[in-house]
């Protein structure tokens, strides 16, 4: 059997330091990895909620836009001088 072999007193504090130094990068490693999931998670809450206003918003337009008809019929609408000219209805003879 070999015979055991002491490590010198600055061996031992290398070693004990690179251990403490990968401990310490474990434990930073975790705590970006649970702020990055905390981040991550809002971002989806956040892409979700601007996801269901802007399906509120689609129906909204929508029923807008179904009155509107209902009281003025076909036409086009021109956003920027407000006007509505409504379709000529075609006749039939």
Known sequence: MAEPIKFT????NQISEIRQQAN?????????RVERARRLKEVDDAEENLLVQHQELVTKEQELFKT????????????ETGEFTPLEEETTE
């Open 68 to 79: 509107l008809n209902e009281k003025y019929g076909d036409g086009n609408y021109n956003p």
């Open 24 to 32: 310490q990068v474990f434990l930073q490693l975790g705590q970006v």
């Open 9 to 12: 007193e600055e061996e031992q």
